[in-house]
């Protein structure tokens, strides 16, 4: 099974930036895309962003203009930016790597650990 290790997360002031990295064990490009969920008590977890390994890009409408995520194959790690942070922004986000070309609906694959996000008002 391929392992995800995450790492960035913590506490921020609303209006400040985090930047979370997730690092593979494995060629994260042998995947069909990588993404970033996240999960509060009592919701489901949805999709932040995800990225195809062609680089195509796709995000939750909530954080469009303020999230970017990226991938460094050679490093096999996916990154995470996120600026103007906002308190609605608190969860706990999920590294994703997934095998099949399926909507991000669909929870597939492989997933790290998860890493707290928390934003003070």
């Known amino acids: 099974q391929v392992q995800l290790v995450e790492s960035g997360g913590g506490l921020v002031q609303a209006g400040g930036s985090l930047r979370l990295s997730c690092a593979a064990s494995g060629n994260i490009f042998s995947f069909n895309a990588m993404a970033w969920y996240r999960q509060v008590p009592g919701k489901e977890r949805e999709l932040v962003a995800g990225?195809?390994?062609?680089?195509?890009?796709n995000y939750a409408e909530s954080v469009k203009g303020r999230f970017t995520i990226s991938r460094d194959n050679a490093k096999n790690t996916v990154y995470l930016q996120m600026n103007s942070l906002k308190p609605e922004d608190t969860a706990v986000y999920y590294c994703?790597?997934?095998?099949?070309?399926?909507?991000?609906?669909?929870?597939?694959?492989?997933w790290g650990q998860g890493t707290q996000v928390t934003v003070s008002s």
């Open positions: 994703n790597a997934r095998p099949i070309e399926i909507d991000y609906r669909f929870k597939v694959g492989y």
């Open positions: 990225i195809r390994n062609s680089g195509t890009t």
